[in-house]
T-cell receptor
Framework: AQSVTQLGSHVSVSEGALVLLRCNYSSSVPPYLFWYVQYPNQGLQLLLKYTTGATLVKGINGFEAEFKKSETSFHLTKPSAHMSDAAEYFCAVSDTGNQFYFGTGTSLTVIP | DTGVSQNPRHKITKRGQNVTFRCDPISEHNRLYWYRQTLGQGPEFLTYFQNEAQLEKSRLLSDRFSAERPKGSFSTLEIQRTEQGDSAMYLC???????????????FGEGSWLTVV
């Protein structure tokens, strides 16, 4: 079975500071891993994904994430936070692409 | 293609009434998913289709919930005899199964908000 744990339901950073959002997963098979962003009253937008190959993946808006199998982690980072990054972020795991399981989300606040 | 489309975006209904939401997936996608999201939570999987076949429906919340995808294109999610606890955002997503750069990645619509009063 697959599951996702997002550590920290709320993260606050200053504008220009490093963003680090944590995600740990559980999967009985090699996972597909995803990060999505959700702005208020909107659906989820794909930020980036890992399926196979390079373990460091780059996404939109300057975000990237690294798949670490030994740590069962897929943390999301961005070197310099922007005010427009304030949103809810969800990590998700899938087995063969049949079903997708989401974490409970991390709300990112960017302080000017 | 404009992406996954859902309507209505907002629905307010009285307790006990039936409601139906429609989802139009990305045109070349053969899989379609329904999720429910409540405040402060991540999307909760309800059901999914591959073409017209409903491959998983055990996560539907009760027998008041049903979904169809009759021709393998658009889908409807119906909630009968609504209860206040059904108030949530209902998200539709679609994907194309198989390999390829875009395979096995789900893309979401904007969601349909349901308020039961």
């Amino acid at each position: 079975a697959q599951s996702v744990t997002q550590l920290g339901s709320h993260v606050s950073v200053s504008e220009g500071a490093l963003v680090l959002l944590r995600c740990n997963y559980s999967s009985s098979v090699p996972p597909y891993l995803f990060w999505y962003v959700q702005y208020p009253n909107q659906g989820l937008q794909l930020l980036l994904k890992y399926t196979t190959g390079a373990t460091l993946v780059k996404g939109i808006n300057g975000f990237e994430a690294e798949f670490k199998k030994s740590e069962t982690s897929f943390h999301l980072t961005k070197p310099s936070a922007h005010m427009s990054d304030a949103a809810e972020y969800f990590c998700a795991v899938s087995d063969t692409g049949n079903q997708f399981y989401f974490g409970t989300g991390t709300s990112l606040t960017v302080i000017p | 293609d404009t992406g996954v489309s859902q309507n209505p975006r907002h629905k307010i209904t009285k307790r006990g009434q039936n409601v139906t939401f429609r989802c139009d997936p990305i045109s070349e996608h053969n899989r379609l998913y329904w999720y429910r999201q409540t405040l402060g939570q991540g999307p909760e999987f309800l059901t999914y289709f591959q073409n017209e076949a409903q491959l998983e429906k055990s996560r539907l919340l009760s027998d008041r919930f049903s979904a169809e995808r009759p021709k393998g294109s658009f889908s409807t999610l119906e909630i009968q005899r609504t209860e206040q606890g059904d108030s949530a955002m209902y998200l539709c997503a679609s994907s194309q199964s198989g390999q390829g750069i875009d395979g096995n990645t789900i893309y979401f619509g904007e969601g349909s908000w349901l308020t039961v009063v």
